[in-house]
């Protein structure tokens, strides 16, 4: 079945520690995005990507980096700069045109311990 | 500034009751509008693709309007297992295909 994958779905950060998180789709869409989410503020984008190679910055990308080295990948590291990094982190992709809207992944809960 | 409001924060319904959650947009240029149903600890799930002022669809008991200035999502006779949250979103004209979320509906649904 096509789908995003996201892993892993826990994940503990210690202060200081960059980690990635992983998103894979097999449902051949060109454009990807992370979005984060927290309680009472909805979805915010942190990074998108359009096609292979390329990437650009959303509204929250400060202190997160991304790559897209294949189309069906597009990992999401949250480095040390990030400064409140305890969120609900969603991955999704879309179509060339995004007319039918994002396919979203399951999440990954990231916990600063 | 491209926006979305959704409206109420959260409902609570008796199993049976009908109800409407609203979502006020600002944008330039709307392409589309969607309808997202989020479970706890999931990810969202797509429901709707709007494009129109006028334009409806629908998917058992719901129903999604589209006017000029919001949609309505529209929920007859409810059940239990139709709680979760509601997220609206709008794609703005432009080259990329980025949505602008609102902050969604808490709906609980109690039999």
């Known amino acids: 079945d096509g789908g995003i994958t996201q892993s892993p779905k826990y994940l503990f950060r210690k202060e200081g520690q960059n980690v990635t998180l992983s998103c894979e789709q097999n449902?051949?869409?060109?454009?990807m995005y992370w979005y984060r989410q927290d309680p009472g503020q909805g979805l915010r984008l942190i990074y998108y990507?359009?096609?292979?190679?390329?990437?650009q910055k959303g509204d929250i990308a400060e202190g997160y980096s991304v790559s897209r080295e294949k189309k069906e990948s597009f990992p999401l590291t949250v480095t040390s700069a990030q400064k409140n990094p305890t969120a609900f982190y969603l991955c999704?992709?879309?179509?060339?045109?995004?007319?039918?809207?994002?396919?979203f992944g399951s999440g990954t809960r990231l916990t600063v311990v | 500034e491209d926006q979305v409001t959704q409206s109420p924060e959260a409902l609570r319904l008796q199993e049976g009751e009908s109800s409407s959650l609203n979502c006020s947009y600002t944008?330039?240029?709307?392409?589309?509008l969607f309808w997202y149903r989020q479970d706890p600890g999931k990810g969202p799930e797509f429901l709707f693709t709007?494009?129109?002022a006028g334009e409806e669809k629908e998917k058992e008991r719901l129903k999604a309007t589209l006017t000029k200035k919001e949609s309505f999502l529209h929920i007859t006779a409810p059940k239990p297992e139709d709680s979760a949250t509601y997220l609206c979103?709008?794609?703005?004209?432009?080259?990329?295909?980025?949505?602008?979320f609102g902050t969604g509906t808490l709906l609980a649904v109690q039999p």
């Open positions: 944008v330039s240029g709307l392409r589309g």
């Open positions: 990507s359009q096609i292979v190679n390329d990437f």
């Open positions: 979103a709008v794609q703005a004209g432009g080259a990329t295909n980025k949505l602008i």
């Open positions: 709007l494009y129109s």
């Open positions: 999704a992709s879309s179509g060339t045109f995004g007319g039918y809207g994002y396919t």
């Open positions: 449902l051949n869409h060109d454009a």
